[in-house]
């Protein structure tokens, strides 16, 4: 953690052609290894637009510094190297799906590294297992459900070692048990050393993340734990935001007069909270 | 289950006036609906031998774990696919029946990310498009439009005249909830609504979703997010591996627990709450607001 870390971006502008404001706009971000990182804010709040710049898929309009995995993402070599470097999961994963099968999907990345296949066979066995693919694996995109598809991608960009990966709603079509196991993959990938930069709407997940940053127009106007954002309720409720529903219920109970020591963000941290006030 | 009086009473060929929403809802069965999808290979049975009911005005959960075919029974029940085996009966009718093409075109689907298929020049256009098509008179379809863009919450006078593609993400998924509803859906199939939605704009179609249950549409949703289902939908129906393993009331039981984790679901946090407070799931609230009525 002492080193410098992986994703470190300050004063980025970024607008999109023919826009009138930007989407991004001095934006600060800096994610160290072994670092997961949630990344909330409202539709349009600019998230999907910093999945793309971390990942040196986009020229950012400026900045006093924007690197990945230490290369500079305002040249073109810097953002070319950060494309191999940095694993990116968009948010549509019909997008990102390419190959004829699925573990012809999986393999893709590995193959344009020029792995041998040896290697490439093994690594993709690991995946699909992973992920529960298995079954699936000489099965065509174009037949799977959104979960499975949603699954396939994240095992392709998984598949290729990485120090970033920067998921934009990864879980977004999946089951609770498929949420539960990405949260377990991003969390052993985390403690594998990987900065992760997670997008989601879903504010549970954002609860487990080692740290929270709030975006509003393209601006950060959160960083800090989870516990200190979903405590601003206003500037939840501004941003377009909710709490856990722990929390939400907690609050609930306060309008009604009924005040809970501290603000519960889990099932059993509202269990304790209700059993210390009854 | 209504009886054929219901069809009689669903004019064919003439759409109804737009306006609130307000016509009854439609009741739906499906009576040993199987379906497999043609892959190079072999056929990948996607539904098999799937028969529910579902009453007029009453809305069901659609649950099951990724691939166990709630996308592909929305869309044979809206008659995108038709089943290789068994029904889909719509008031009653079945597909040899008169009048069904019409009924049929009183079952709207909200696809899976609709805003991947605005593509009109406004706002106004989109929503229109399936009016028009239906050869409704421009004066009604004008208002149909009107009243849906209302109903989503999206003012004509602000957003009619946009373009679909300058609104926010979650502009657009009620835009073309919008277009859905201005035909005037008895039936309400919904694939996933909330994927990427912020919890602010899921609140905002909570409460639409909620306004059209209250006007009598029939509504099926299929989703992944337990608690949404749970706040919304009076009955759940579980699908494993294209057939059906549950349909009726929700069940909190140790059985009922299993089942849902057996489909990769879990019970939804009112009922996991209630039960570890030691009180009847069943009677578990629906809404913060009621469960901190219940508690305080």
Same mark, same amino acid.
């Given at each position: 953690?002492?080193? &410098? ?11 999109? #052609? ?23 804010? #409202? ?8 999945? $793309? ?25 810097? $953002? ?58 000489? $099965? ?13 991608? =994240? ?6 070692? $990485?120090?970033? =990966? ?5 879980? #977004?079509?999946?089951?609770? &048990? ?14 594998? !050393? ?28 959160? /960083? ?15 941003? !377009? ?8 219920? /907690? ?28 | 289950?209504? +009886? @054929? ?119 106004? %256009?989109?929503?229109?498009?399936? @009016?028009?098509?239906?050869? *409704? ?8 439009? %009107? ?50 939605? %912020? @919890? ?29 289902? *749970? ?16 349909? +009726? @009331? *929700? %069940? ?21 709450? *209630? ?22």
């Amino acid at each position: 953690m002492t080193d &410098a870390p992986l994703v470190d971006i300050s004063g980025l502008h970024y607008r999109y #052609a023919g826009a009138q404001a930007d989407a991004l706009a001095d934006l600060e971000l800096e994610v160290h290894e072994g670092e997961f990182v949630a990344v909330v804010g #409202a539709n349009g709040s600019g998230k999907s637009t910093l999945a $793309r710049l971390i990942g040196g898929l986009e020229k950012p309009a400026a900045a006093r510094h924007a690197l990945a995995c230490g290369h500079d993402l305002l040249v073109e070599g810097g $953002r070319m190297a950060a494309r191999r470097d940095v694993g990116v999961l968009f948010q549509n994963p019909e997008n990102q799906l390419v190959a004829q099968c699925v573990e012809d999907d999986v393999a893709f990345g590995l193959e344009n590294l020029a792995w041998p296949a040896a290697d490439i066979g093994r690594r993709v066995d690991e995946m699909l297992a992973r992920f529960g693919l298995e079954e699936l694996r000489r $099965r065509e995109p174009h037949m799977l459900s959104g979960g499975q598809k949603q699954r396939t991608a =994240l095992a392709g960009v998984i598949a290729v070692p $990485r120090r970033v =990966l920067v998921l934009d709603e990864p879980t #977004a079509m999946l089951d609770p &048990a498929g949420r539960d196991e990405v949260l377990t993959a991003v969390r052993e990938l985390r403690d594998e !050393g990987l900065a992760i930069v997670y997008i989601t709407q879903e504010m549970d997940e954002a609860v487990g993340a080692d740290r929270v940053v709030a975006l509003e127009r393209g601006t950060e106007v959160y /960083a800090g734990d989870a516990g200190g954002l979903f405590a601003d309720v206003a500037l939840v409720r501004r941003l !377009g935001l909710g709490l856990p529903a722990a929390g939400e219920l /907690a609050l609930a109970l306060a309008e009604q007069g009924r005040d809970l020591p501290g603000l519960p963000l889990t099932m059993d941290e509202l269990l304790d909270a209700l059993g210390g006030a009854t | 289950m209504s +009886g @054929p009086e219901a069809v009689a009473g669903a004019t064919p060929d003439k759409p109804r006036m737009p306006g609130a929403p307000g016509s009854a809802g439609m009741s739906l069965a499906c009576g040993d609906v199987s379906f497999s999808y043609e892959e190079a290979r072999a056929p990948i049975p996607a539904l098999c031998d799937v028969s529910f009911e579902l009453r007029a005005g009453r809305s069901l959960a659609l649950m099951g774990a990724s691939g166990s075919g709630k996308s592909t029974l929305l869309q044979v029940i809206r008659g995108l696919d038709a089943p290789e085996t068994g029904a889909v009966l719509l008031d009653g009718a079945g597909p040899a029946d008169a009048g069904y093409a019409a009924l049929q075109r009183e079952v709207g689907l909200v696809f899976q990310a609709p805003e991947l298929q605005l593509f009109a020049p406004t706002a106004r %256009d989109d929503v229109a498009f399936g @009016p028009r098509r239906l050869g *409704w008179p421009e004066a009604q379809v004008t208002s149909a439009v %009107d009243t849906a863009l209302d109903v989503v919450g999206l003012p004509p006078a602000r957003f009619a005249e946009r373009h679909p593609y300058a609104l926010s993400g979650g502009e657009q998924r009620r835009l073309a909830l919008a277009g859905v509803l201005a035909m005037r859906p008895r039936l309400l199939l919904l694939d996933e609504p909330f994927v990427s939605l %912020d @919890p602010g704009t899921r609140r905002q179609l909570v409460g639409i979703l909620e306004r059209l249950k209250a006007a009598g549409v029939t509504l099926l949703l299929a989703t992944h997010d337990v608690d949404l289902a *749970w706040a919304l939908c009076d009955e759940l129906l579980v699908l494993g591996e294209g057939r059906v393993v549950a349909a +009726g @009331p *929700w %069940d909190f039981s140790t059985a009922g627990g299993r089942l849902l984790a057996a489909n990769r679901l879990r019970e939804p946090f009112f009922a996991e709450l *209630w039960q570890r407070l030691g009180r009847d799931p069943r009677r578990a609230p629906r809404t913060a607001a009621e469960a901190a009525e219940a508690l305080s």
